[in-house]
């Protein structure tokens, strides 16, 4: 797996991938991967903050959708994209609120789109999981685009698009209800951002 992490994050080397600097490994044969640290990823942000205003949201956000779809051009999904693997990068340390940009980290679950042989396994953090995933189902980028959507409800809202208390619960709402579009509404996001957000948890057709 740390191979396929190396390869694959070196592979997609982009902006706002957060580049592997080294490898070390013990004497048990267990390995580590050495990154530059990040201020604090998102999860850990929001944990002690607001939600983000729809502003920032595309401030932040607007370059991972351009290099997520470098990613995926280079033949790549990523997999595991959730609140704890962005982590953010401050461009001046003497104030915590201007953060200069987000970056992706941790390819440890990704695959290779054209050689993988693993795409109709399920993969990932469940609350992050797109349905095919769960239906055990090929899955292709798209899925990647769902993660990424749940992300973005979350900023805005600091809750999930759908309902649950057990892995299993969740995954029955994913599978079988639309996500809670109200709570963005809720919180003034514009009809614009709610519909892209709606378009990237579009369930994909039987």
């Given at each position: ?40 990823d ?5 944990e ?19 290099d997520?779809?470098?990613?995926h ?40 789109l ?7 396994t ?18 292709s980028?798209?899925?990647?685009v769902?993660?990424?959507g ?29 996500p809670?579009?109200q ?6 996001v ?17």
């Amino acid at each position: 797996m740390v191979c396929r992490e190396i390869e694959n994050q070196n592979k997609c080397s982009c902006s706002h991938v957060t580049p592997i600097l080294g490898v070390v490994n013990d004497d048990n044969g267990s390995f580590g991967i050495i990154m530059s640290p990040g201020s604090c990823d998102l999860l850990t942000y929001l944990e002690s903050n607001t939600p983000l205003s729809e502003s920032k949201l595309f401030e932040w956000f607007h370059p991972i959708f351009v290099d997520l779809e470098k990613i995926h051009q280079k033949g790549v999904i990523h997999n595991d994209i959730k609140l704890e693997n962005i982590v953010i990068y401050e461009s001046n340390k003497q104030s915590k609120d201007s953060p200069s940009m987000l970056s992706l980290i941790d390819f440890g679950l990704s695959e290779d789109l054209l050689s993988s042989k693993a795409l109709n396994t399920i993969t990932g953090s469940p609350n992050y999981l797109a349905p095919e995933i769960f239906k055990h189902q090929f899955h292709s980028s798209k899925a990647d685009v769902w993660s990424l959507g749940i992300v973005l409800f979350c900023c805005l809202t600091k809750q999930f698009p759908f309902e649950g208390t057990t892995n299993y619960s969740y995954m029955c709402s994913v599978l079988s209800d639309n996500p809670k579009l109200q709570l963005l509404e809720k919180a003034n996001v514009s009809e614009e951002c709610i519909n892209l957000i709606n378009s990237m948890l579009e369930k994909k057709s039987k």
